[in-house]
């Protein structure tokens, strides 16, 4: 039975319009053309933007003008406008944000397969298919949508090492998780949705118990693979990636390494909280807050 791809929200035709104008435009004009799109989407995606308010009121603690949601609008638009430039050959400067990141992030720049975490925060997409600059198989976990431009651009400048699995039908996600295990390859899996998943845990964020997927440690201790955790967020130019210490399985007792990743995903999200405090507009989930614990 064929699964029906889903669509991401915003207005038709708004990946094509925003590559064609940014190739031909002048730079004045293709910025008021960007404004203008931004603010149909923000008019149109009533959804999105009541989101967006409830996300931004828990992040900054007061209450959000209409200007900061469209502002959270705009940094998206900005975000895919840069992976659109990296689909068609652009080159988008990606450094460590500082040495601490830099060490804490060493698995990456090794040779052994891992798991790679990461959020729908900042330029998610381009670490994962940054990662293909280093001699390892990627495969990214990923649903398929039908306005997936971007992706499908940056897919023909990728790296042969980089791979994407699609997991629309979740009768199929984990014998192709096995498989791609079972390959040497090293996963990247976005942990904050809880889309195609049936492994959950509460987790504090945001003020509340909140519900995570965590199939991410359940593969680290079957497997006894690391799992590392990095973000791309905007800097002066690019990107800086900001990576959080690793969590490396014991080997010797499935549930202690289980429970052990658990508490590591807690510090993940601590840490997760505190880059957001610095740059809020970067959560890019225009959905409901992962619900509570109940």
């Known amino acids: 039975m064929d699964v029906k791809e889903p669509r991401n929200p915003g207005p038709w035709g708004g990946y094509f319009f925003m590559y064609a104008f940014d190739r031909w435009l002048p730079g004045w004009l293709f910025e ?33 003008s209409w200007r900061d949601s469209f502002r959270h609008f705009r940094a998206l638009a900005d975000m895919l406008l840069v992976k659109l430039r990296a689909g068609r050959g652009e080159s988008v400067p990606m450094e460590w944000a500082d040495e601490d990141s830099r060490q804490r992030g060493s698995l990456i720049l090794g040779s052994e397969p891992i798991l790679v975490g990461t959020f729908h925060v900042g330029a998610s997409d381009l670490l994962g298919f940054g990662l293909g600059q280093f001699n390892r198989p990627i495969c990214m976990v990923r649903q398929r949508v039908r306005n997936s431009a971007d992706i499908d651009r940056l897919m023909r400048q990728a790296s042969s090492q980089v791979e994407i699995m699609w997991v629309n039908d979740p009768r199929e996600v984990i014998f192709s998780l096995r498989d791609a295990l079972e390959a040497g390859k090293t996963l990247a899996l976005q942990c904050d949705r809880l889309e195609h998943t049936s492994k959950t845990a509460a987790f504090d964020f945001l003020g509340e118990r909140r519900l995570f997927p965590v199939t991410i440690y359940r593969l680290a201790a079957l ?12 800097a002066a130019k690019g990107y800086e990636v900001h990576a959080c210490h690793p969590f490396v399985p014991s080997g010797k007792n499935h549930r202690e390494d289980i429970r052990s990743g658990y508490e590591h995903f807690q510090e993940v999200l601590h840490w997760l909280e505190a880059l957001l405090r610095q740059q809020p507009l970067q959560w890019f989930n225009f959905l409901p807050l992962n619900p509570s614990d109940s």
């Open 223 to 234: 497997y006894q693979r690391p799992v590392q955790f990095c973000l791309a967020l905007p």
């Open 32 to 64: 008021a053309m960007m404004q203008t799109g931004t603010f149909i989407a923000f008019c149109l995606m009533k959804k999105q933007r009541l989101y967006s308010r409830q996300y931004l009121e828990l992040m900054m603690d007061r209450p959000v």
